[in-house]
């Protein structure tokens, strides 16, 4: 695997003294000499450092709660001070995925946060990244990075704790809603696209939470258990892609152990396969209280998050491990000099990659509505149409009434909590409710509703808030067509204990179903729920939790305005039973064995289950054909090409899916996503999509020789729309060959 260096912005001077000058002072001889890499230029820096400097870069401090803040922090998850005598900035840590999370400077122990208080929200929130996933398109979450990044570093903030793509190995993970998915190809691309963006933003991003830290029960206690090949061919794969593809400056490791040993004290995940096989250049940051000793800096940790500012104490922990641990450990020898020096070199050269030196962050307003249409349009490339019986949506012009029922859907659209939690500008549609512990249920003030009546200006919107469904039910029959909003509010910190939804909205969704025929659902969500109803209903719309903008995407898909696009990231079992674990229990060990590396739609198709909706899935008002298929295979080097065509009666966008499958028994399941393409289409045109298939896709992990390896043989090639409807078939014929791990 070759690692390409981080994005680096032009720069001429050779140290941090000549940075933190202006560079139009510089004289042009200097200027003119050549540009140094960013591992040079900390090299270069590291010289100049005493170690007392290198131990202050290897600790941030959490701000989130305490009282006492270090001068110089803005009040967000992490800070670590400048040290201006080396001309070296401060590092402003704040979460994260979906937006710029708000922390509130003033948020002491008793005091309500500010932003509480003072309604007013300062960032823009993007769909949760589960629904970014859904657009399979990494141009989506591009412009997604490079508008959080922007906003990010127009308030200070130069680390942006982003690109969580842990698998959703567990659908009712209350985290679901800010990873990418099941897939490893699919997070991976998604999660290159947005850390790309965040990172043109003179903003680091990290990659997030290495390694399975695929459940919230017992996150900081649990022990993920997986054989090393399992690993390496899904979870590991999706890491592996997304770092090759984003060059994230720093990978978070996790709360949970992984074969008993935690995450931020594992030498294999750390040292010998992120370090090692892969090569990662940057640094490992530990999640907020995560480190387990100064044994974590050998391991391959080389910086602990979240100290208490005025205790010293890391959470959940007596001192931090970095503090006077490791300095005891320094002078002991117990922590060779090197390593420190290693640790600070990769903060360091991710600083000089992403060009933190050369742009600090400054204070600027934001440009609030372009901002919100970035959000809008990911939000219409993610919503899904799941059904669409007798062509209900897009909702006719001529209608003349529309009850629109539950969810506040009147005044906004929910999104998930924890840290990717967004407070919204302008504030929450309806006050925020603080639940289950610290996370908070926040509306985005977008309102469906209100959107709805700009695109159907002639009909009659009456709106019942569903908190009784025989009231609800008498709406809707004297409704043209009834729309019910149902809402599963997910957060971290906490799992699902099912996938039903919530708040006996099955019952009202069947009260409503029942009262009238053209029935539609539109879902917001952090994850897969059952639909018990869904053979009542004509549509159900799938808008996850939809953004700044959300009311005016869903708005956009009801009425035809915006053709769905939407593909599921992520299967839709038909109930709990179907899942590897049909329960999540509190025991401190998750057996990741029973599936292994077949996550997702690959135990469905293994076990040869019927999902409610698999993987890949989403309808639109177009159609597409697939046509023309050509394979070509030379070594391992495979490419896919076929005609795409739009054969419907409007333009839309279409996902055509390749998929492959191993020889014989060799994989983990019937068959892998190697490729996909996100395609625009006016109706009758056709267009050649090419898909070059990543050898790792066709390779499964040799343990025992330390290498992905190719077996020689034919391999079946899918094209279709959906991991369980494929359309054109043919095959690869492809040598053996082995690679790097
Ligand atoms: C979360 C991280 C987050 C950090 C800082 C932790 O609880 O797991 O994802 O970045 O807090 O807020």
Known sequence: MKLAHLPRTAVFARTALFTALSLASLTPALADQPVSSPDQRAEQLLKRMPLQDMQHMVQSYND?????????????????????????PALQENDAGIGVHNYPIDQGPGKQPAHVRGEAGNATPLPSTLAIAASWNPQVAYAGGRMIGGEAHRQGINVLLAGGIN??????????????????????RIDGGEIRGIQSQHVISTIKHYALNDQETNRTTVSANIGEQAMRESDLLAFELAIEDGHPGSVMCGYNKVNSVWDCSNKHLLSDILKGDWKYPGWVMTDWGADHGVQDAMAGTDQVSGVDHSTGFSLGQNFSSFGPPLQQALEKGEVPKSRLEDMVHRILRSMYAVGLFEHPPETKPLDVE???????????????????????????KDLKTVAIIGAHADVGVLSGGGSAEVWPIGGPAIPAVKTPDWQWKVYDPSSPMKALQKLLPNAKIVYDDGSDP???????????????????????????????????????????????????????????????????????????FPGARGGEAIAGVLTGKVNPSGRLPVT??????????PQITNALDVDYNIEGAAVGYKWFDKKNLQPLFPFGFGLSYSRFDYSDLHVSAQGDHVTVSFKVSNVGPREGKDVPQVYVSLPGDLGEAPHRLAGFEKVSLQPGQSRTVSVTIDP?????????????????????????????????????????????P
């Open 572 to 581: 839709f079992p038909q109930d709990e039973q179907q899942l590897p674990r």
């Open 167 to 188: 698998l959703t190995r567990e659908p009712r993970d209350g985290r679901t809603f800010e990873y990418l998915g099941e897939d490893p190809l699919l997070a991976a």
């Open 470 to 544: 025989a009231k609800a039910a008498a709406v809707a029959k004297s409704a043209d067509v009834a729309i019910v909003f149902a809402t599963q509010w997910t957060c971290e910190g906490v799992d699902q204990p099912n996938l039903a939804l919530p708040d006996n909205q099955d019952a009202l969704i069947d009260a409503v179903a029942a009262a009238n025929t053209h029935s539609v659902v539109v879902l917001e969500n952090g994850g897969p729920v059952k639909m018990p109803w869904l053979s009542k209903v004509d549509a159900v719309v799938e808008a996850w």
């Open 696 to 740: 790792r896709l066709l390779a499964t992990f040799d343990v025992s020789g330390h290498q992905w390896k190719i077996a020689a043989g034919s391999y079946p090639i899918q094209v279709g729309h959906s991991s369980r409807d494929f359309v054109l078939k043919g095959e690869a014929t492809v040598a053996a060959a082995t690679m790097a």
């Open 370 to 396: 372009a901002d919100a249409l970035v959000s809008q349009h990911a939000a219409e490339e993610g919503i899904v149409l799941l059904k669409n019986e007798h062509a209900q949506l897009p909702l006719h």
């Open 64 to 88: 989130m709660m305490t009282s006492k803040q270090p001068p110089g922090s803005i009040g967000a998850a992490g800070y670590v001070p400048a040290l201006p005598k080396l001309g070296i």
